[in-house]
């Protein structure tokens, strides 16, 4: 298993331990089988992009983290990130 492998899968199940969820209650949500879920966290299954996202939906991370995971699995992040005072964020400042 490669290094970005073995930090995808660390992370995913770190983020599940978080919210204290088992493999088999996370696959009942999902709709997948445990088994499955037990080999993408082991990295002998490659997640798709869709279930990542919904795996990270379901465990309710944070946006940075779902990021982080789509970037670890070498897809392309799927939020955007700006700062508080960037430009394309003013009207929202202004009515704030």
């Not at 699995?73 to 394309?88: E, H, R």
């Amino acid at each position: 298993m490669d290094m970005s492998t073995e930090i995808l899968t660390s992370t995913l199940r770190q983020v599940r331990k978080t919210q204290r969820l088992s493999q088999l209650e996370l696959s009942l949500r999902l709709g997948v089988s445990q088994r499955h879920v037990s080999f993408v966290e082991s990295g002998r299954a490659k997640p798709s992009r869709e279930l990542l996202l919904a795996w990270l939906q379901e465990l309710d991370a944070p946006l940075v983290v779902r990021n982080e995971v789509m970037l670890q699995a070498g897809y392309a992040p799927v939020y955007t990130s700006a700062l508080l005072d960037d430009p394309a964020l003013a009207q929202v400042n202004s009515a704030l």
